[in-house]
């Protein structure tokens, strides 16, 4: 079994579930909003502008985050 792609939340495909990576060092404000290591996220709709902000979802919880922003946090099982 080869290791899962490791890839930024902003270059995630959408409407595919992924992993936060566990050895992910997410902002503690980032934590605070729930995407903590191995916790499922999903890209639900990107900006039509190139590096604007993207609708995730991490649980139950969507959230509005600039591009920069999802470029901090590193997801797994992203095809």
């Known amino acids: ?9 902003e270059h995630a495909p959408d ?12 902002p503690s404000r980032m934590m605070a909003l729930g995407f ?7 890209v639900v709709r990107r900006s039509q502008f190139k590096g604007g902000p993207l609708v995730v979802q991490v649980g139950n919880a969507v959230f509005a985050l600039r591009a920069d922003e999802a470029s901090q946090v590193q997801v797994e099982g992203a095809s």
């Open 36 to 42: 903590l290591p191995h916790e499922q996220v999903r």
């Open 15 to 26: 409407n595919t579930w992924c992993r936060v990576a566990a050895q992910c060092a997410v």
């Open 1 to 9: 079994m080869s290791p899962l792609k490791v890839i930024s939340l």
